[in-house]
């Protein structure tokens, strides 16, 4: 939370911090401590013990104050910058700007950069800084911003239930045109038109609109063998047919920059007993790793539970690799349990044998595990979850069926 | 274009790049080394005369086999980096991985690395880079990546010109509903709806969906005194009414991660004599400015020419800023002229007071002059146009009306 700044940075000895960059679009650093969208983005500036001052191009400085995370809004013009750039030229202009501010704000010991930013130019104006005598450093992470971002407030979470439950919209929608399809000799057709994945996809596209939802990294509408390759965002062209495995992963947007991730696998009519235990794995690993959810459980321990269940049911998982026993493995669970969603859609807390954090309450992860075989297809159940004291609160509630009879 | 990152590698003595992220998403060099959207991201290596190695997670590597632009993909797993984090820490596995991959190639001298990236983390990178002895370089903008972006290839052009045709249809539709729209005491009506910024926001989303289109920007259709802030997206509250200046910015982004920018200005009935000076300078601004657009001119020239012309017909402009006539300026040309788009809604070249730099044949950019007036409303007409080298080509042709009558 907000609030987490100010003690991660006492924790870590860090007198300022700059959290910059030139929009906060893909800036999730930058969009977390202004409170919002600036086209042009800008610098926010803290010390330890003050509050924050906020510089914006002129074009933005009325969009920073409507946000109203920060009360103290200036603009790039109202520290001389464009003079600046005048007299210095406008690689040096930049960081001679950033001094000036650091030391108005009375910033002498060491200062962390933040924001996503090309590396490139924010290491030569890191270096910059560093010759001017500014004590920049770097971070492992979880950096400051990320590590206040990972705990969400109860704005945060209402944001997230509302994305959750137009979502669920989306998807009952597409369920029930899936369903309500006139099927003849294996084939979909809605309306006059063949069900490809290209038709469901336009239908989802509108379904979002609806929502006021958005989709910057696309929807996963994976049929057949294309379902067994998680990131396979499936064939436009490609029919929609009775008894092929699909795999519908879905990760709404919404205006004010937060996201959710949810996916649901089907079978158009009835399922084969080996299908049937596709699902009834990867389903009984979920409610396994949702059952042991709760404040203090490690990533780790959850992501290595549901390996238990999905091995016990023949099928390897990634433990192969952490253990040594294999270099990679092409089918069974080939990816971790599941992320942190919040401003982006994967980030802390993982839920993986990386994972050696504890959970927290307020913490909002994905439970995702799947298994795909390569030449059949996939199955992935996933839902995002509010980490809670005693256990967890799912944000988004969609039912959980196979077969669409 | 990709073969400028050879010959500006070489023109600056850089013998290797590392662009990398955890996603594409937001991370424009990243698409575009690597040619389209990976989720989880990757490391894009190139040493100079080499061709480039790209890295992925074992859940994108199909995805980036897919995408086709770099031939030889292999996993973070084929580097062995689980072994790595379980003997090192998660820390130390990643820069350990990238010296491991640098040394495979060669690489010895100069190393840039490139990638929107959280600062901090990429410090942290850098400075343990270079402690492992790898000798890595800032860079001032344009970097690398960038300055090979700058210039658009002919099938990047291709899908600008799709994008801008696509833009076209939504704007059209838009200017449709709201000169059919039934008007009463001053209000209008779309169907038993009264027209709000809202319902037409609502009618906009609808229309990106079926051009498969996005606005991870959101878009601007400001109406009345909001019309007078460039950066105001608009009340979705607010009524539309005759006789209000509406400035109507859409900035839509396409499947593979590009952009188009335009913006019209309207008046619903006739327009008072103030309106049709504003909107008249403007129109007047931006035939000026394209008139003398063609390879070679220099940003700023443009923008002086565009300044002349509003200052001119009695409207200030920021050069009074750059010429220390004033601080701030509240109205006029509040802004610059305009920038290029590609992978960004916002990059070089940019045409303004501070563009040293010659248009090249290929460039991208807006031609967005505006005249705003606080208390009364805004006029902005902006176009994404091609430079060549004998004029321009405007990559996407809608009509220019002011009065919907």
Same mark, same amino acid.
């Given at each position: 939370?907000?609030?987490?700044?100010?003690?991660?940075?006492?924790?870590?000895?860090?007198?300022?911090?700059?959290?910059?960059?030139?929009?906060?679009?893909?800036?999730?650093?930058?969009?977390?401590?202004?409170?919002?969208?600036?086209?042009?983005?800008?610098?926010?500036?803290?010390?330890?013990?003050?509050?924050?001052?906020?510089?914006?191009?002129?074009?933005?400085?009325?969009?920073?104050?409507?946000?109203?995370?920060?009360?103290?809004?200036?603009?790039?013009?109202?520290?001389?910058?464009?003079?600046?750039?005048?007299?210095?030229?406008?690689?040096?202009?930049?960081?001679?700007?950033?001094?000036?501010?650091?030391?108005?704000?009375?910033?002498?010991?060491?200062?962390?950069?933040?924001?996503?930013?090309?590396?490139?130019?924010?290491?030569?104006?890191?270096?910059?800084?560093?010759?001017?005598?500014?004590?920049?450093?770097?971070?492992?992470?979880?950096?400051?911003?990320?590590?206040?971002?990972?705990?969400?407030?109860?704005?945060?979470?209402?944001?997230?239930?509302?994305?959750?439950?137009?979502?669920?919209?989306?998807?009952?929608?597409?369920?029930?045109?899936?369903?309500?399809?006139?099927?003849?000799?294996?084939?979909?057709?809605?309306? %006059? $038109?063949?069900?490809?994945?290209? &038709?469901?996809? #336009?239908?989802? +596209? *509108?379904?979002?609109?609806? @929502?006021?939802?958005?989709?910057?990294?696309?929807?996963?509408?994976?049929?057949?063998?294309?379902?067994?390759?998680?990131?396979?965002?499936?064939?436009?062209?490609?029919?929609?047919?009775?008894?092929?495995?699909?795999?519908?992963?879905?990760?709404?947007?919404?205006?004010?920059?937060?996201?959710?991730?949810?996916?649901?696998?089907?079978?158009?009519?009835?399922?084969?007993?080996?299908? %049937? $235990?596709?699902?009834?794995?990867? &389903?009984?690993? #979920?409610?396994? +790793? *949702?059952?042991?959810?709760? @404040?203090?459980?490690?990533?780790?321990?959850?992501?290595?539970?549901?390996?238990?269940?999905?091995?016990?049911?023949?099928?390897?998982?990634?433990?192969?690799?952490?253990?040594?026993?294999?270099?990679?493995?092409?089918?069974?669970?080939?990816?971790?349990?599941?992320?942190?969603?919040?401003?982006?859609?994967?980030?802390?807390?993982?839920?993986?044998?990386?994972?050696?954090?504890?959970?927290?309450?307020?913490?909002?992860?994905?439970?995702?595990?799947?298994?795909?075989?390569?030449?059949?297809?996939?199955?992935?159940?996933?839902?995002?979850?509010?980490?809670?004291?005693?256990?967890?609160?799912?944000?988004?509630?969609?039912?959980?069926?196979?077969?669409?009879?």
């Amino acid at each position: 939370m907000m609030k987490d700044i100010e003690n991660v940075m006492k924790q870590r000895g860090i007198e300022g911090i700059a959290v910059l960059g030139d929009t906060t679009l893909g800036n999730p650093d930058l969009i977390y401590v202004v409170g919002g969208n600036l086209a042009r983005g800008g610098i926010y500036f803290k010390r330890v013990g003050s509050d924050p001052l906020l510089l914006t191009s002129t074009v933005d400085i009325h969009s920073a104050l409507r946000l109203g995370r920060v009360r103290n809004v200036r603009t790039f013009t109202d520290y001389n910058y464009e003079k600046l750039i005048i007299d210095q030229g406008k690689t040096e202009a930049y960081p001679r700007l950033m001094v000036n501010v650091l030391r108005g704000l009375g910033v002498t010991g060491k200062v962390a950069l933040a924001g996503r930013n090309d590396l490139a130019w924010g290491l030569h104006l890191a270096d910059r800084l560093r010759a001017l005598g500014v004590h920049i450093t770097g971070e492992d992470s979880p950096t400051i911003v990320e590590a206040a971002r990972e705990t969400k407030s109860a704005e945060e979470l209402d944001e997230i239930r509302r994305i959750g439950s137009r979502t669920a919209n989306i998807i009952n929608v597409v369920v029930n045109r899936l369903r309500d399809a006139k099927r003849r000799r294996g084939h979909l057709w809605i309306g %006059r $038109q063949r069900a490809t994945v290209g &038709l469901l996809k #336009q239908i989802i +596209a *509108l379904e979002f609109a609806l @929502e006021r939802l958005t989709a910057p990294e696309g929807t996963i509408f994976a049929t057949g063998t294309s379902s067994a390759d998680p990131h396979n965002s499936g064939d436009p062209r490609a029919d929609i047919r009775e008894g092929k495995p699909i795999v519908f992963d879905i990760f709404p947007q919404s205006e004010l920059g937060y996201w959710i991730d949810l996916t649901r696998s089907f079978i158009l009519g009835r399922a084969s007993a080996k299908a %049937r $235990q596709l699902y009834d794995t990867v &389903l009984s690993a #979920q409610a396994t +790793a *949702l059952d042991l959810m709760k @404040e203090g459980v490690l990533g780790e321990e959850l992501m290595s539970r549901a390996c238990d269940v999905i091995e016990r049911n023949g099928f390897r998982t990634v433990r192969d690799i952490y253990q040594g026993k294999a270099k990679q493995i092409r089918s069974g669970l080939t990816h971790s349990l599941g992320h942190g969603v919040g401003l982006t859609i994967g980030e802390r807390p993982y839920l993986s044998f990386q994972s050696k954090d504890p959970l927290k309450n307020g913490h909002v992860v994905t439970v995702e595990p799947g298994v795909y075989l390569p030449r059949y297809g996939g199955v992935r159940i996933e839902d995002s979850v509010r980490v809670t004291s005693g256990g967890y609160e799912n944000l988004s509630a969609v039912r959980k069926e196979f077969e669409l009879t």
